[in-house]
């Protein structure tokens, strides 16, 4: 949300006022050494508009309960190798808190639709590789914009390049629950189908990469209709908050991210933070990031 204007100073304005901007103008500097919080995002009761969305902004319409405030923040399984992703909501992160907070990985939002990039990604993307994460960007889908050729190329374009330097990862298709509207975007199965085909095939055009799918079980057996044609092409990233073990979309044999909270709290971001597993050891994420899996 935009800052207010303050009007012009009075000419009398007191030593008192002075001091306490000089104290707020400190305090602010010293925040940013734990990260300092954007606007937060709308309520689940309220349509996300087009640019706003982030990844589980449409799986809380799903999965509300685990995506309340108040909710436990505490990790399920903090095991093995940990990510976290981010978008503009997060504001500004200190990245080298985030590596010592023991995160290995982290994705952050790219771009959204055909026309939407993310303010914050440029700043996430150069600070995720200086602090040594292995990163990656990911793209918001918005099927009911235009085809899946279009917004693979705009993702390709704008930030979900790849290249083999051992921390780049393969770009994410983020395809969930439409936060802004119907579940699947006005689309048949048949047509979703089409349309995840035609930006999985631009995008491995562009990047010689196979994109990774981020998507609920609930969404994909719902607006796919249980399509297995993605099984053997695309990682799978699932979204399944607060549970033990998640469930897997129909044809997938197995995840190779986990999204398992959206309440997460990492030093280095203030509030919440997506959490995320990776189904693997840190040689074998390398793998996934050098194409060599």
């Known amino acids: 949300m935009p800052v207010s204007r303050v009007g012009f100073a009075r000419r009398g304005r007191s030593k008192t006022?002075?001091?306490?901007?000089?104290?707020?103008?400190?305090?602010?500097?010293?925040?940013?050494?734990?990260?300092?919080?954007?606007?937060?995002?709308?309520?689940?009761?309220?349509?996300?508009?087009?640019?706003?969305?982030?990844?589980?902004?449409?799986?809380?319409?799903?999965?509300?309960?685990?995506?309340?405030?108040?909710?436990?923040?505490?990790?399920?399984?903090?095991?093995?190798?940990?990510?976290?992703?981010?978008?503009?909501?997060?504001?500004?992160?200190?990245?080298?808190?985030?590596?010592?907070a023991g995160i290995d990985f982290a994705y952050m939002k790219a771009t959204e639709g055909t026309s939407f990039k993310d303010s914050r990604f440029g700043a996430n993307y150069t600070g995720s590789f200086n602090a040594g994460l292995v990163r990656g960007a990911y793209h918001f889908a918005r099927p009911n914009y235009s085809n899946g050729a279009t917004q693979a190329n705009f993702f390709a374009s704008n930030g979900g390049a790849w290249s083999r330097d051992n921390r780049t990862l393969p770009g994410v298709l983020d395809i969930e629950h439409n936060p802004s509207g119907a579940m699947c975007y006005g689309l048949s199965t048949t047509q979703m189908r089409t349309w995840i085909n035609d930006f999985y095939n631009t995008y491995k055009a562009r990047t010689t990469r196979d994109v990774v799918i981020y998507t609920t079980a609930s969404w994909w057996n719902t607006c796919t209709g249980n399509w297995t044609g993605m099984s053997t092409k695309a990682p799978l990233w699932v979204a399944h908050w607060g549970v033990s073990s998640p469930s897997i979309p129909s044809g997938f044999p197995t995840w190779t991210f986990w999204q398992y909270t959206a309440t997460g709290r990492v030093s280095g971001v203030a509030g919440d933070v997506d959490r995320n597993k990776f189904n693997g050891s840190m040689t074998r994420l390398i793998a996934l990031a050098n194409n060599t899996a």
């Not at 602010?28 to 349509?47: I, N, S, V």
């Not at 505490?74 to 981010?86: L, R």
């Open 17 to 100: 006022a002075t001091v306490i901007g000089t104290l707020v103008s400190a305090g602010a500097l010293l925040m940013t050494t734990t990260g300092t919080a954007a606007a937060a995002p709308p309520p689940p009761d309220e349509p996300v508009k087009p640019g706003q969305a982030w990844m589980g902004s449409g799986t809380r319409i799903e999965q509300p309960r685990a995506a309340e405030a108040g909710s436990p923040i505490t990790p399920m399984d903090t095991s093995g190798v940990q990510g976290i992703d981010v978008s503009h909501w997060q504001g500004a992160i200190n990245w080298g808190s985030v590596k010592s």
